[in-house]
């Protein structure tokens, strides 16, 4: 994208602004505290300037959230098993997503958005197209992993303010609740304490056991939303 530098008002007349210049007020704004008001204040420029190159919150948005996933490079070794190859996609896509704040609720959203998008859901069919996939169950099967990553991270991002944050003596008084219960208490004590990254491995581990189990490379779509009793 090409685009002119930004120049502040002056005299009344309008500062001249392209995509280059949105883009790069947006990503240093970030996903998480994105706006049109935002953007067009850093840039010295109405919202309606805006709008002349981006159609609204969601243009904007798919603007940015593209930009910022053209950084990600997911890697296969080519030593990885079915499990493990997935099990590391989903490890990747937490260790970017949580560095970035609101990358996560952008994901959950309309995907693929842009061209980004679209060549990280083409290596996903690639890298699983060499354990054996079609296209269309490398497409189900990556994009199940990656959401339930992204919804798992998203959780992650939300309950980080209880953990280190102003919030923090709220979760004080969660757990004072469940000391208080005799039956919870009990349970409580008996759970580990683990990490959250150890727990997402847990779960996306778990998770990824039960989907390769149901939808092997030898199955079609069909034959595996049938023998879940999806279809008739």
């Known amino acids: 994208m090409t685009g002119t530098s930004p120049r502040r008002k002056t005299g009344g007349r309008q500062a ?11 990503l240093r704004l970030g996903l998480a505290n994105l706006t049109v008001n935002g953007v067009a204040g850093a840039l010295g420029v109405t919202p309606t300037a805006l709008y002349r190159h981006v159609d609204g919150k969601l243009g904007l948005e798919s603007l940015v959230g593209e930009a910022v996933l ?7 070794d080519p030593a990885d098993d079915l499990t493990a190859h997935l099990l590391s996609f989903a490890q990747q896509l937490r260790t970017f997503v949580i560095d970035r704040p609101g990358l996560a609720a952008y994901m959950q959203g309309l995907f693929p958005r842009g061209a980004s998008g679209v060549r990280l859901q083409r290596e996903a069919i690639d890298a699983l197209g060499r354990r054996g996939y079609g296209a269309a ?50 349970v409580h004590a008996e759970l580990p304490r683990i990490s959250s990254g150890d727990y997402f491995g847990m779960v ?27 279809t008739d």
């Not at 001249?16 to 947006?26: F, H, K, N, S, V």
């Not at 053209?70 to 296969?76: F, N, P, Q, T």
């Not at 490398?138 to 980080?160: C, D, K, W």
């Open 16 to 26: 001249q602004i392209g995509l280059a210049d949105i883009e790069r007020e947006g």
């Open 70 to 76: 053209a950084e990600l490079h997911l890697i296969d």
């Open 137 to 186: 169950a490398a497409v189900m099967l990556s994009g199940t992993v990656a959401s339930l990553a992204i919804n798992l991270v998203a959780a992650e991002e939300r309950h980080r303010p209880y953990e280190n944050g102003p919030y923090q003596r709220e979760l004080e008084k969660v757990y004072a609740l469940l000391a208080a219960d005799e039956v919870l208490a009990a």
């Open 204 to 230: 996306m581990t778990a998770c990824i056991r039960g989907l390769t189990t149901s939808a092997p490379p030898s199955r079609s779509v069909p034959e595996v939303l049938s023998d879940l009793g999806l």
